[in-house]
């Protein structure tokens, strides 16, 4: 496997098209698009890497996955009275399906899903302690303190986010925000700009696969549950595709990071910052193609 | 196992709700609701079965992952220049997206896609030879030659489907049927006439699990790719949820029927005619949950 | 007056951006773009002309205003609970309102309105009586008995029509269509097939001013309200430029005819084949808008 | 007329289903729904009323007639880069169009669309230099110093308006706000906020006539345009049933109020607080289709 994975980063590197650095917020237009780096933490404990395994990048809507595992344990089951569990089939900031459905979000992995996931967890609690909690959950999954928010990236967000503002003005036009927007958004804008290596990141997401070695975080029908949302609904209207071409559910976020899960087996997390035409990593995506088909991972038999 | 499938055939017969009949097929109006059967066929060979298991039923848009693995034989991946690979996020016949999209449907298991799926495998033959060799193939996927079309219900399907015609003329329109629309709606309305109990339709999904004692019908790459086009988008608006409470890739059909695949498992039909809010069988859905949990069947860990 | 409509003509013939001459109907696609006719029906009955007044052409959509009085005649208000009166902020043929507003199209000016109140004339009535009254009220009002229906463009229209086929395959899934969908689709064809010169479409558009000289075809309030549905419907989702720019009510077919009404003053004909963005006549509109504002004549003040 | 107004208003006072007043601005969900008041202004100086004409309403949507005529006389034919001219077929505060139209509302009397009005008129200024003009100019059409605008509800409509900020910031994610979004819906809050009489808003409504006795505050085309957009886009998704029925172009808002215009006659305002389905005034559109049907005032011949 570390053979494949050194392969795998030697083929992304010769890559003539590496897709298009996201531009909409500016802290991260910046980002060198000639970065890709993988990491696979196995059931077993093992760590295996290659290429910039161990740069940090904004995880972005990565941290939708830790988001939702947060608040399905403050509020279990109730959260789904406010977002629904289906794919979209349409891109990840998209306001649409909001106006025909009155207000209630597809799923929790398009942006205004993870809005209501973030009042959630944010609750009665202020902002700083809201985001301690998810700090400490994803420190505790990746056993690494060193894991925080780069304030930069959120400030940059807030002060440019008129979408995610919009969404959320619409959430609460339809009473589908318990706190102020504004206090919402804040919260939103720095859970999106925590910072985390292909190697952290891999071992935050081994609590989705059944690993011995550490003990639950969360439940394993609850574990199911957000794989089986992040094969639906991961990768916004592209979700169709990677489940087509990787068999494996996955999340991805706008800072080119994309957690995958072989459950069972491994955590994966890959990073390259070019984007494809659905805002999902397009070498990464390429990589875990790869990847399943040369381990024979797929979900699907 | 046996024991589980008595229990959960005997739970289906006392249900208070039992869902809705499709009513606007004229010949499957008046099926009987009180009917639930299930069977597992399972990698070794073995078949269990509980309640009307061998009671024939309309396999309806079940058929649709059949007729894909023989467009998918006749043409390969060039059929998805003329259809997508996303779930569509609205309900099964709706023409919607196909306007956005230019005529090219989202999934070949909503009925736009599925109409390209059947003029694909139609391609020059006439409707007679096309169904034939898709009757040969479920045949020797089920090694039962008795499977069969019935020509009243397919008959009803052509005198009362404007909506398929619809679909149909629509696609013609943006040049995506390459047939006669009346012959592609013939052929599609037989398909979707087949007919099959419950054993029936386990054995033949059994091409979809990796069994041991059969030659396989299709590759282990395009296998896995039908799973996957069953986990994102086999129960139209309601995949999600298929995926979130079951965990397992399926197929549903309006006549009541759902082929679920377990990889490297088992093949389970289940079948009951009363339908749920996105006309997916309604104790059919309830049955795979309760099998799925209880056994650990889930892809998803 | 007449000088102004030689200068318009004039201008229009040396206009170097004519449109597109509509190709999806091959009958029309050969039709010269380089023409260009004018008529002005006074309500005092004189009439004037400039450019190719005298030469036929396929009225197509202008069709639905004769077609409109006819249905309205045989059931008066009751249509209004088959289609509706609002504009649909969409292009002509468009299926996506149809599928959110259970089957009643947004009025009768769109494909699908049409489809339904040509329906509502056919009534009982075979398509050869139907169509027949349709050209006897048609002559009438124009008080020529020469025009006629163009039966090669008719049966073009037939043959190519998928996306009317589909419309009407979708209003009958609805209940919306109380003939067989062949046959309304037979008759709709015809009756876009009519073929006028501007100098008849003129003088048959006299029906919807106020004029001394012959016998009301349609009371006052029925009058006024299809000439409401004309300024706020004429022009598909071009009908609030044509109101802001020529600020008379009209209606345009995809051949390059528009029938324009200054209430009490005049019935308006223009006609060039190229057509705009809209699918209306490029020139047609330039050319009344400067004879409107040249004029003075707008129902705006 | 004078007999004709007061039989109106005795109608009105008797009907059974006076509509429901909106109670989704707090303010003016406590208005008294028995209340109807009617002006008409005539070309000529003379001022007829009935009912409840002195009392002072919010007039909320009525003010994007004023507000675009500022906007205009402004940035003249630019704004139409902004702001298109077409019906949307959809409710006040959809935010449906904006998605499909890359953040161009599709006219200015929709609430997306009069928040580019706003932003536009408010330009460099300040809000309170710009509410100074806007007023200035009511006055002066009024001939009336007295009006003014309501904090309270002002504040009001700021506190609870989150679809109006969410549509607001849907148009800054598309580059289509200069102004700060707090700046640009404080001032479209307090333009909403103006309070009038029926009596001065008849008087206000005036430079929509072509009126002898007062000097034009805008030319004819604009004039004309203004109303060709009162007449396709005036009352939302309800603009063409009002057309149809009344057959002159009016603006109405939430809080029961419509501005109505018969060029060259005469400029009316009519007032009752409760709505229709379409959020406009249920009586106020009853009495205009009587006024207009028993006045022959049509400008549909």
Redesign the interface.
């Known amino acids: 496997m570390q053979e494949l994975l050194l392969e795998i980063a030697e083929a992304a590197a010769g890559s003539p098209d590496k897709g298009n650095v996201a531009t909409y917020i500016p802290e991260l237009a910046g980002v060198d698009p000639d970065q890709f780096g993988i990491a696979v933490a196995l059931e077993d404990g093992r760590l295996l890497t290659a290429g910039d395994a161990d740069v940090p990048f904004s995880i972005q809507s990565v941290s939708k996955v830790f988001a939702l595992a947060l608040a399905l344990g403050r509020v279990g089951d109730q959260l789904w009275y406010r977002v ?7 891109s990840f900031d ?6 025909r459905e009155d207000g209630i979000p ?2 929790p992995f398009i942006n205004a899903g993870a809005l209501v996931t973030t009042d959630t967890y944010l609750a009665e609690s202020n902002p700083r302690e809201a985001l301690g909690e998810l700090l400490r959950f994803i420190r505790a999954a990746a056993d690494d303190d060193s894991i925080h928010i780069n304030e930069r990236v959120a400030q940059s967000e807030i002060a440019t986010g ?2 995610n ?6 959430l ?2 339809h009473g589908n925000m318990r706190s102020a ?1 504004d206090k919402v958004l804040g919260t939103y804008c720095h859970q999106c700009a925590i910072e985390m290596t292909c190697r952290q990141l891999a071992l935050a997401g081994r609590f ?3 690993a011995d070695d550490m003990p639950p975080l969360v439940a ?2 609850r ?3 957000i ?3 992040m ?3 991961g990768h916004y ?5 990677f ?2 071409r990787v ?1 494996l ?1 996955g999340k991805s976020g706008v800072g080119g990071g994309i957690l995958v ?1 072989s ?2 087996r491994a955590s994966i997390a890959v990073w390259s910052p070019g984007l494809n035409r659905y805002g999902n990593s397009k070498l990464g995506t390429e990589a875990m193609e790869t990847f399943a ?1 040369r381990m024979g991972w ?4």
Chains 1, 2, 3, 4 share one sequence.
């Open positions: 629904g569990r289906e794919p979209s089939g349409l998209s306001i649409l399906l909001l106006e597809r799923n008129h979408r503002f919009s969404l959320a003005h619409y609460a036009s927007v989705l696969i059944d394993v029908q574990r199911r549950r794989n089986a949302l094969m639906t609904c209207d592209g979700s169709g595709d489940a087509f068999g559910p899960i459950p069972g088909k797929s979900v699907f038999g």
